[in-house]
C-alpha cells in the first residue's frame, strides 16, 4: 500500500480498530476491524442531542423488557441497549467486532459479568438478530473474577477483551483463560479526565513485552492496546497485532507524513528478548492467591491502584449514564 500518512504507516505494520459509538467516524475514518468502545465514550456519544430519539427508544425497549431480565433497573437495561444500538449503526463500517463493555458495577463478581455478557448477547439478537455472534466481543475488566469470568465465556463461545490491563500478571492470565483480546493502557485512564494530568510512566514497553511473550508460548490472545494519548505513542507500538484509536487521533494520523517519515521507532522492533521473563513460564490458572500477590505487588502496588480508578472512573459514567436515562421519565 502506498503510505502517504500517519494512519497509512500504521495501517502497514498493524490491525486498526476505532475507539468510538460516533458512526461517522467509521464511516469516514475507516476501513477499521474492530469498533472498541465503554461507558465513558457511551455517556460522551450518548448525551449529544442527536441521539435524543435513540434514547428514547432505547428506554421504550428497556420497558418492555423488563420481565424478561429480573433484578435489573430499567435504566441499567436502557443504558445495555443504547450502547449496543450506537454499536449496530457502526457494525456495517467494520469488518471484526463490536465490543461492548459489562457493567463496570460487575468488576468483582465473576457470576454477575457473565450474566451480563450473555444478555449483552441477547440483547443484540433482540435489536438486531441477523448480527451474528461471531462479530460480538465482550470486554470485561482485568479483576481476578472478571478474568474467571472470560475463561467460562470464552469456553461456551462467547469472544472476550480483558480490559484495564496494567501488569504482565493480568496478561499472562488474561492468556490462559483462553481471552481473545488483552486491552493493556498505556497511559492511566484519568489522563483523559482530570486537565493538565500525564501519566508519568505510560506503558508501552509492557505491550511489546506481552506481544513477544505471547509469541513465545504460542498464545492465541491478541494484543490490543488502548488509552494512547498522541500519535507517538501510536508509533512507538507499530506492528502491534491491534490497535485502537480515538477519533481525535485519527484525524491527526490522517495527516500527510510528508515523505520524512514518522521519526519514532517502534517498541515492537527495539525491545530485546532479554526483558521477557527469565523464570521458567508463569502460571495463576489455578493460584488466585499467588495472583493477587503477584497483581498487587506490581509496581509496589501502583498497578493495583491504576486498576481501582479505572473501575472507579467507568461506575462514575455508569452512574451518569443511568440519570441521563433519569431524566427522561
Not at 457494525?91 to 444478555?119: F, M, V
Not at 481525535?248 to 490522517?254: I, K, R, S, V
Request: hydrophobic share 40%; charged share 15%.
Amino acid at each position: 500500500m502506498s503510505i502517504q500518512t500517519g494512519l497509512d504507516y500504521i495501517r502497514s505494520r498493524s490491525i486498526v480498530d476505532c475507539d468510538t459509538m460516533d458512526e461517522q467516524v467509521a464511516k469516514t475514518l475507516g476501513p477499521f476491524a474492530d469498533c472498541t468502545s465503554n461507558q465513558a465514550i457511551a455517556y460522551g456519544e450518548l448525551s449529544k442531542p442527536k441521539h435524543a430519539s435513540l434514547l428514547q427508544a432505547s428506554l421504550s425497549t428497556a420497558q418492555s423488557l423488563t420481565n424478561e431480565y429480573p433484578g435489573l433497573t430499567v435504566q441499567e437495561l436502557a443504558i445495555e441497549i443504547a450502547m449496543i444500538s450506537l454499536s449496530l449503526k457502526i457494525a456495517p463500517h467494520i469488518t471484526g467486532y463490536i465490543h461492548i463493555q459489562t457493567n463496570p458495577y460487575y468488576s468483582y463478581s465473576t457470576e454477575k459479568t457473565i450474566a451480563n455478557a450473555l444478555r449483552i448477547i441477547s440483547l443484540t439478537h433482540h435489536l438486531n438478530p441477523t448480527h451474528p455472534q461471531s462479530r460480538i466481543c465482550i470486554k470485561i475488566p482485568s479483576t481476578w473474577e472478571g478474568l474467571q469470568a472470560c475463561k467460562i465465556l470464552e469456553q461456551a463461545g462467547v469472544r472476550t477483551l480483558a480490559t484495564t490491563l496494567f501488569t504482565f500478571t493480568q496478561a499472562v492470565l488474561a492468556a490462559e483463560v483462553g481471552c481473545t483480546y488483552v486491552a493493556p493502557y498505556v497511559n492511566q485512564l484519568k489522563v483523559h479526565f482530570e486537565p493538565g494530568f500525564t501519566d508519568p510512566s505510560p506503558l508501552l514497553p509492557l505491550c511489546a513485552l506481552i506481544q513477544k511473550y505471547y509469541a513465545e508460548t504460542g498464545t492465541k490472545t491478541q494484543v490490543l492496546p488502548a488509552s494512547l494519548t498522541s500519535v507517538n505513542e501510536i508509533y512507538q507500538l507499530a506492528g502491534v497485532q491491534h490497535i485502537t484509536i480515538a477519533p481525535g487521533l485519527l484525524e491527526e494520523l490522517g495527516k500527510e507524513l510528508g515523505g520524512k517519515g514518522t521519526g519514532v521507532e517502534s517498541l515492537i522492533n527495539i525491545l530485546p528478548a532479554a526483558a521477557l521473563p527469565e523464570k521458567e513460564k508463569p502460571s495463576f490458572i489455578d493460584d488466585e492467591a499467588g495472583y493477587r500477590l503477584a497483581f498487587r505487588r506490581d509496581a509496589r502496588g501502583e498497578s493495583a491502584g491504576k486498576l481501582t480508578q479505572a473501575v472507579n472512573i467507568f461506575c462514575d459514567m455508569q452512574d451518569k449514564l443511568v440519570q441521563l436515562f433519569k431524566g427522561l421519565v
